[in-house]
């Protein structure tokens, strides 16, 4: 019973600790939880989460990547805990130690995960201005890829495009577009592959409206979100300062 008590104590923390508006409530919550979490290392582990992400939103990298490291030492959940840790090493400006926890991710992790492991290494290789890996990780990323698939091509055509335009890859932009336009993935994240997408075609109008809906919904998301996605901010800001200067009202669409 007094094991059950604790457990249940500790529950209703981490429950406050989920439902916390700030990173300080959120750390007090956790804090406490972990007081009275006791040897139960499920629980443990999602209260240290709680507090890794308390020092995200506070842009403490340093201690959220300790944490993560104390979550990986649990055995809960690795490979959650390994994409935690990169994105607390990209806070931090230490890209190979994320490269390399993004590649353990994709190991430990279970089959139903591993494509968004390997999205999320190709996404960070990519934008290191590394291509080759890029793909690679893509089209490990396709193949393990359900319903997020149609992002997954995108991203991988765009990464092969940048090691060459070769005209097969060109001439394939417009249907890897409109199968991204039609699945929810197009959503979130997919905005700002589809505004890539549509700059590649010279489709201004559509290039501006989802680089700027990427960003406004990326602007008011969690630190930890906007850390992970900070040269994909930058991209997008670039792109949208290349478009002509002329009204993109104008511009015309391809066909």
């Known amino acids: 019973m007094a094991a059950g008590g604790v457990d249940s104590k500790a529950g209703n923390f981490l429950r406050m600790a989920t439902l ?15 007081a009275a979490a006791g040897d139960d290392r499920t629980l443990r582990a999602m209260l240290l989460r709680q507090l890794y992400l ?5 842009e403490r990298f340093d201690k959220a ?9 649990l055995g809960v959940m690795p490979d959650v805990a390994c994409q935690d840790l990169a ?6 400006g230490r890209y190979r130690e994320a490269v390399a ?17 390997l999205w ?88 501006r409206d989802y680089l700027e809906e990427f960003i406004d919904r990326t602007g008011v998301g969690r630190v930890a979100l906007r850390v992970g996605l900070s040269a994909e901010l930058e991209r997008a800001r670039s792109l949208l300062a290349s478009l002509p200067a002329n009204d993109p009202a104008t511009a015309r669409r391809p066909p």
């Not at 990547?65 to 030492?73: F, G, H, L, M, Y």
């Not at 929810?184 to 075609?201: D, I």
């Open 65 to 73: 990547s300790a944490i993560a490291r104390d979550i990986i030492e």
């Open 120 to 207: 999320t290494l190709g996404s960070v290789l990519y934008f290191r201005g590394d291509p080759a890996a890029a793909a690679r990780a893509f089209e490990r990323a396709v193949r393990w890829g359900t319903t997020a698939r149609p992002l997954y091509e995108g991203q991988l055509l765009l990464a092969r495009l940048e090691l060459g335009t070769a005209a097969r890859w060109l001439s394939s932009i417009g249907e890897v577009r409109r199968a991204l336009e039609e699945a929810p993935c197009g959503q979130g994240y997919g905005r700002f592959v589809l505004g890539e997408l549509a700059h590649r075609q010279g489709d201004w109008l559509a290039a």
């Open 54 to 58: 308390s020092h995200m939103e506070a």
């Open 87 to 92: 994105r607390a090493y990209l806070g931090l």
């Open 101 to 117: 926890e993004l590649r353990r991710a994709s190991r430990v992790g279970p089959a139903s995960r591993r494509a968004f492991h």
């Open 20 to 34: 916390a508006e700030s990173a300080g409530a959120r750390a007090k919550y956790a804090t406490r939880g972990l």
